[in-house]
């Protein structure tokens, strides 16, 4: 099992950055892929950012250029850096964690094609940290 923790959300005005940071315990050295997704108040669940067997890094549009993940394996951490933040990133972040490549796969796929996510098409979740960027 592995446990996922985020923090580092808040409010912000258009044009401010935030970071994020997503702590896992537990059998970290099963997982393969870690991912940052999100989901707005009535709308469905998207990927934002996925890195893949520590390496491969995908990014949905809307937010390349503006966000940046990246991988502490040392500290067992996943971050998310949000620049020229705009309304339209209110949203609740999840952080998500696989084990098994096609899982990977599959992640990576829907960050990049900004399909949405349902709770059950990855193995590990965190609670959530709210991000609201006002106009």
């Known amino acids: 099992q592995v446990q996922l923790v985020e923090s580092g959300g808040g409010s912000v005005q258009a044009g401010g950055s935030l970071n994020l940071s997503c702590t896992a315990s537990g059998s970290t050295s099963s997982t393969y892929c870690m991912g940052w997704f999100r989901q707005a108040p009535g709308k469905e669940r998207e990927g934002v950012a996925s890195?893949?067997?520590?390496?491969?890094?995908s990014y949905a549009d809307s937010v390349k250029g503006r966000f940046t993940i990246s991988q502490d394996s040392a500290k067992n951490t996943l971050y998310l850096r949000m620049n020229s933040l705009k309304p339209e990133d209110t949203a609740t972040y999840y952080c998500?964690?696989?084990?098994?490549?096609?899982?990977?796969?599959?992640?990576?796929?829907?960050?990049?094609?900004?399909?949405?996510?349902?709770?059950?098409?990855?193995?590990?979740w965190g609670q959530g940290t709210p991000v609201t960027v006002s106009s």
């Open positions: 998500a964690a696989e084990s098994t490549f096609p899982k990977c796969i599959r992640m990576q796929t829907t960050v990049i094609v900004g399909a949405s996510a349902s709770a059950s098409d990855f193995m590990y």
């Open positions: 890195i893949v067997g520590g390496g491969t890094i």
